[in-house]
């Protein structure tokens, strides 16, 4: 949580902002294996991280993946928004913005926050058990879009 104080001493408790993205090529997925260190570490996960203060939503996504993976991004798109306060296995209450994306050229390396990148089939996706977060969720909701072609963003 964010401790806030407001212009007329107001006090908050407010919620970070990330966005988790859902990265495809040639109908495959590129999952990131979290680093150790990190909350839900040494499992699979969407790229992707926290808002940063000066940059938009869409920034944080071309950030996030370039600095998780290497590949810059292109035609992001919105798929939903994840709100529920009680996300699974998360330390801090977070509001995150869930995109999908296509996977341009591959310009860098990735950072110290994963250990290794995959290309994934959908049809050979890791379980659930082993993937981070509520990653799973969102992948299994990107692939009945897909299927359904439904209006996006879905937000519930």
């Known amino acids: 949580m964010i401790n806030c104080i407001f212009e007329d001493d107001g006090k908050a408790l407010l919620r970070h902002v990330c966005v988790d993205v859902l990265v495809v090529k040639n109908d495959e997925l590129l999952l990131v294996k979290r680093a150790n260190k990190l909350l839900e570490g040494d499992k699979w996960g969407l790229a992707g991280g926290f808002v940063d203060r000066d940059e938009t939503a869409k920034q944080a996504v071309e950030r996030e993946v370039f600095e998780e993976t290497g590949y810059r991004v292109e035609n992001i798109k919105l798929l939903t928004i994840r709100d529920n306060p009680d996300r699974p296995h998360e330390d801090r209450q977070n509001i995150a913005f869930v995109f999908f ?15 290794e990148q995959k290309w994934f089939s959908f049809d050979k996706i890791p379980e659930e058990n082993i993937v981070a977060f509520d990653h799973y969720e969102n ?18």
Do not use: Q
């Open 101 to 115: 994306c296509e996977a341009k050229e591959k310009e860098g390396e990735p950072d110290s926050e994963s250990t």
């Open 139 to 156: 992948i299994k909701l990107y692939l009945e879009y897909k299927k359904e072609n439904f209006n996006i963003p879905i937000l519930k």
